[in-house]
């Protein structure tokens, strides 16, 4: 397996919309383990292939506390939504960034799994949200679009800050004396 580099916001590749998958086979499974391997590393509960430049419809969660429960599906849809409210919600693709949106707390969701079975499965609570603020990364979406224009103007410039202090700091410890 291998830890894929997250797409950061405002990158243009996260409007990108993502295929279907025609045939699961073991390239699609080995994507789905360097998604889950990257999402665990990264301390996510979530990961969609649209995020690490892969422009598949395919993605991962686990929002177990043990995080030994992790769901793959391929080629998701939302087949049934109820009790929208309010949530808070972050993103890998937006670090340290949290708003809170409206989203459905309970879903239908019509998937593949790793062998290319379609199945149904009923979600709650923050699987549900995972579930949605995923499939949204497949269709080019992110939960700050869900937020006012200022809102985003804000966030981009606060991500903006952050990268050049990150830059900074790496260039001024690559440039320290080796002793």
């Given amino acids: 397996m291998t830890k894929l580099a997250i797409l950061e916001y405002p990158d243009p590749r996260l409007r990108t919309k993502a295929a279907p998958i025609e045939a699961v086979?073991?390239?699609?499974?080995?994507?789905?383990?360097?998604l889950l391997e990257t999402m665990y590393g990264s301390n996510g509960v979530g990961l969609a292939?649209?995020?690490?430049?892969v422009h598949r419809r395919l993605l991962v969660?686990?929002?177990?506390?043990?995080?030994?429960?992790p769901i793959v599906l391929i080629n998701p849809e939302i087949v049934a939504t109820e009790e929208p409210g309010p949530c808070e919600e972050g993103?890998?693709?937006?670090?340290?960034i949290y708003a809170s949106v409206t989203r459905a707390q309970k879903i239908r969701?019509?998937?593949?799994?790793?062998?290319?079975?379609?199945?149904?499965?009923?979600?709650v609570g923050l699987t549900a949200v995972c579930i949605q603020h995923e499939m949204d990364h497949l269709d080019g979406r992110l939960f700050v679009d869900y937020l006012s224009?200022?809102?985003r103007q804000v966030i981009r410039r606060r991500?903006?800050?952050?990268?050049?202090?990150r830059t900074v700091g790496s260039?001024?410890?690559?440039?320290?004396?080796?002793?």
């Avoid at 086979?25 to 360097?34: F, Q």
């Avoid at 969660?61 to 429960?69: A, F, G, I, P």
């Avoid at 991500?159 to 202090?165: F, I, N, P, S, V």
């Fill in 49 to 53: 292939a649209t995020q690490v430049d």
């Fill in 25 to 34: 086979d073991a390239t699609v499974r080995r994507l789905a383990d360097d």
């Fill in 91 to 96: 993103c890998l693709s937006l670090p340290g």
């Fill in 109 to 123: 969701v019509r998937a593949q799994d790793r062998t290319g079975a379609t199945f149904e499965m009923d979600a």
């Fill in 171 to 179: 260039e001024a410890r690559s440039a320290a004396p080796v002793t």
């Fill in 149 to 151: 224009e200022l809102k």
């Fill in 159 to 165: 991500l903006a800050k952050e990268r050049r202090q």
């Fill in 61 to 69: 969660l686990d929002v177990s506390e043990e995080r030994n429960r």
